[in-house]
């Protein structure tokens, strides 16, 4: 059976990752890979329901031992709808966020012990670990600052649940997401988020299309 690749991308508020999850898409699809460009929390019916409750704050009175389990909720029906009959087929998976950002936002961030989210990932995840993991690296003040000015056009300017943490919170999230791929370097690969996107993308290819033996952009 030919299993296809998946890719996750990670990181902190406004770190670009959206733009890099379609220009590398993009890149693959003119190869003709097939390719399935999704996101977390989301990317599934029931999932995206889900996403409503979390991003408007709805669960955030339970405590972040309710949010993690929200997520993984979200990402099982995730993993079963989509992700797993997607890489079954041989196929490309490429993600807006998945397991590293639970450690980082509900274990770092939120202070749950990590015993429990490797938990969760044991049973949610089981072997469905993604090939590789781009981990976008942005001080959090710009990545806020950027973050913000997307919601101002968006919105209007209401911050979601994460977005309006502070700057505490932020700054633990980037260590956080730092101190996974420091202990996981054959999946995650740091790239630096204050490059101009165009760059970052060509970085990102360089990568991806080496380790996976793909015709280089001509
Ligand atoms: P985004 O679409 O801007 O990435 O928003 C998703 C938000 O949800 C972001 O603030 C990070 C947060 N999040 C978690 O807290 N835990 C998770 O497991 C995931 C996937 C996202």
């Known amino acids: 059976m030919t299993i296809g690749k998946f890719i996750t991308f990670e990181g902190g508020?406004?770190?670009?990752?959206?733009t890099?999850?379609?220009l590398l898409s993009s890149s693959l699809q003119r190869l003709g890979?097939?390719?399935?460009?999704?996101?977390?929390?989301?990317?599934?019916?029931?999932a995206e329901s889900i996403r409503k409750l979390l991003l408007e704050g709805r669960v955030a009175k339970f405590g972040p031992f309710a949010e993690a389990l929200l997520f993984s909720i979200a990402r099982d029906d995730h993993l079963e709808s989509v992700i797993?009959?997607?890489?079954?087929?041989?196929?490309?998976?490429?993600?807006?966020?998945f397991m590293d950002s639970t450690m980082?936002?509900?274990?770092?961030?939120?202070?749950l012990p990590v015993s429990l989210i490797r938990a969760l990932e044991r049973t949610v995840v089981g072997d469905t670990i993604p090939d590789l993991t781009i981990l976008i690296d942005l001080p959090p003040e710009i990545g806020l600052g950027r973050a913000q000015a997307r919601q101002k056009q968006t919105t209007g300017g209401d911050a979601d649940r994460f977005e309006s943490?502070?700057?505490?919170?932020?700054?633990?999230?980037?260590?956080?997401?730092l101190d996974i791929a420091r202990k996981?370097?054959?999946r995650c690969v740091v790239f630096d988020g204050q490059v101009?996107?165009?760059?970052?993308?060509?970085?990102?290819?360089?990568?991806?299309?080496q380790r996976y033996a793909l015709i280089p952009q001509g």
């Open 184 to 186: 996981d370097p054959e």
């Open 84 to 97: 797993r009959p997607t890489l079954k087929k041989g196929n490309w998976v490429i993600c807006d966020r």
């Open 13 to 18: 508020e406004g770190a670009g990752k959206s």
């Open 165 to 177: 943490m502070d700057m505490k919170f932020h700054t633990r999230l980037r260590q956080a997401f």
């Open 33 to 46: 890979k097939k390719v399935v460009m999704t996101r977390e929390p989301g990317g599934s019916l029931k």
């Open 20 to 22: 890099q999850v379609r």
């Open 196 to 209: 101009p996107p165009d760059e970052l993308a060509k970085r990102i290819w360089e990568l991806v299309s």
């Open 104 to 111: 980082a936002y509900q274990g770092a961030g939120g202070n």
